[in-house]
Structures are given as structure tokens and as C-alpha cells.
């Protein structure tokens, strides 16, 4: 790695901490580092000040027609995923963040493409035109905004994915992804494969 590089990320990471008030470096992947109430442009959010998740079991049945290959509904209301195994024996329930505004929010059928253990991360084009100063690139480990394990979606710029800034579960944190703590995203991570279906509503 350059020193270029090298500075340009300790510059980034810097600015993070300063903007949080010397706080832990939030996650960065399709996440924005404040809150709604400290950014004009999400004045209409109601300010965040609990981590809140509903935790109520659901069916499969009016969501899928079948459990081929498993499922995935993620509740952006509740801001819980539900998973169901193939067979219908396994069923588990995560708590989630959440995207920040309707307007970053995508609902509707996907599926998993592609899974990744340690992915690295790089800004949207939008992310970067927002915030130039971001680097291009974070590699796996305990600065990548990804956490540990990354689901890649069908959708272009659309993960499930761990996060290191447990602040974020329960909340909306995120520029469109659904985020799990890493023990969470690791356990999904193990049960689910290429080909999983997924619907956000």
C-alpha cells in the first residue's frame, strides 16, 4: 500500500472520528455517518434514540411460494430478517438496520448472487460524489464497513451485511442495505447458499 493510500485512509478515518465526537468510526457501506436529525436533508425523519427491532414470528406461506433453495424476508417496518430453511425445519429471526429514508429503500424480490467472507468495500458513485474525501477502497478487517461476512444481492449496490458499529442495528443507518451484527451475518452466512430467494417489503 502507498503512503498516499496509507494518508488518504488515516485522513478519512479521522474525519469519521471528529465527526462523531471522537466516537467510534461508524460503518460506511451504503451508510451515512450521522443521524437524520443532524442532516437537513432527512429533516422529516423522527430522530433516533433507541435501537428498535420487532421481534414477532412469521409464516413463509404469504410471502413465497415455496421454500426452494430457502428464504429471506427482511420486514424494513420492523426492521427484522427472517430466514426459513429449504426443508421449513429451520427458521430463525435477526434484528436488522435499516436504509435511512424511503427514498433509499428498495423492496421486491431478489436473491443471493453471491457470498463473501471478508469482503472488501468501495463508495457508490453516488456516495462518492456526496462525500469526495471517502477512500476508494477498504480491504477486509476491523475498518471495512461490511463486518465480516457480506450476502451480495441481485441488485446492483445491494448487500446483507455485517457491521462493526453495533449502533446501527435497529436503526436506520443505511444507503439501501440491510445490516446484521457479524455473530448474525456469520450464522446466515453459514446457512444460506448462492440462489437463496429474498424479499424486502
Same mark, same amino acid.
Given at each position: 500500500?502507498?503512503?498516499?493510500?496509507?494518508?488518504?485512509?488515516?485522513?478519512?478515518?479521522?474525519?469519521?472520528?471528529?465527526?462523531?465526537?471522537?466516537?467510534?468510526?461508524?460503518?460506511?457501506?451504503?451508510?451515512?455517518?450521522?443521524?437524520?436529525?443532524?442532516?437537513?436533508?432527512?429533516?422529516?425523519?423522527?430522530?433516533?434514540?433507541?435501537?428498535?427491532?420487532?421481534?414477532?414470528?412469521?409464516? +413463509?406461506?404469504?410471502?413465497?411460494?415455496?421454500?426452494?433453495?430457502?428464504?429471506?424476508?427482511?420486514?424494513?417496518?420492523?426492521?427484522?430478517?427472517?430466514?426459513?430453511?429449504?426443508?421449513?425445519?429451520?427458521?430463525?429471526?435477526?434484528?436488522?438496520?435499516?436504509?435511512?429514508?424511503?427514498?433509499?429503500?428498495?423492496?421486491?424480490?431478489?436473491?443471493?448472487?453471491?457470498?463473501?467472507?471478508?469482503?472488501? +468495500?468501495?463508495?457508490?458513485?453516488?456516495?462518492?460524489?456526496?462525500?469526495?474525501?471517502?477512500?476508494?477502497?477498504?480491504?477486509?478487517?476491523?475498518?471495512?464497513?461490511?463486518?465480516?461476512?457480506?450476502?451480495?444481492?441481485?441488485?446492483?449496490?445491494?448487500?446483507?451485511?455485517? #457491521?462493526?458499529?453495533? $449502533?446501527?442495528?435497529?436503526? $436506520?443507518?443505511? @444507503?439501501?442495505?440491510?445490516?446484521?451484527? @457479524?455473530?448474525?451475518?456469520?450464522?446466515?452466512?453459514?446457512? #444460506?447458499?448462492?440462489?437463496?430467494?429474498?424479499?424486502?417489503?
Amino acid at each position: 500500500m502507498g503512503e498516499n493510500t496509507k494518508t488518504s485512509r488515516r485522513g478519512f478515518l479521522a474525519t469519521g472520528a471528529a465527526a462523531l465526537g471522537g466516537a467510534a468510526m461508524p460503518a460506511w457501506s451504503q451508510s451515512e455517518p450521522f443521524a437524520p436529525e443532524t442532516r437537513p436533508e432527512l429533516q422529516g425523519e423522527q430522530p433516533v434514540k433507541h435501537n428498535i427491532s420487532s421481534f414477532r414470528s412469521l409464516q +413463509w406461506e404469504p410471502y413465497f411460494g415455496s421454500l426452494k433453495n430457502g428464504a429471506i424476508l427482511v420486514d424494513t417496518t420492523s426492521r427484522a430478517l427472517h430466514y426459513w430453511s429449504e426443508d421449513g425445519t429451520d427458521y430463525r429471526l435477526f434484528p436488522t438496520s435499516v436504509p435511512l429514508s424511503e427514498e433509499l429503500t428498495r423492496r421486491g424480490r431478489t436473491s443471493i448472487v453471491r457470498k463473501v467472507d471478508g469482503p472488501s +468495500w468501495s463508495p457508490t458513485p453516488s456516495m462518492k460524489i456526496r462525500n469526495p474525501e471517502w477512500p476508494d477502497y477498504i480491504g477486509p478487517g476491523p475498518d471495512n464497513p461490511l463486518g465480516t461476512h457480506a450476502l451480495y444481492l441481485s441488485w446492483t449496490y445491494y448487500r446483507i451485511h455485517g #457491521t462493526h458499529d453495533t $449502533r446501527k442495528i435497529g436503526r $436506520r443507518s443505511s @444507503n439501501g442495505c440491510i445490516g446484521l451484527f @457479524n455473530e448474525h451475518i456469520a450464522e446466515l452466512f453459514g446457512i #444460506t447458499k448462492v440462489g437463496t430467494q429474498v424479499l424486502l417489503i
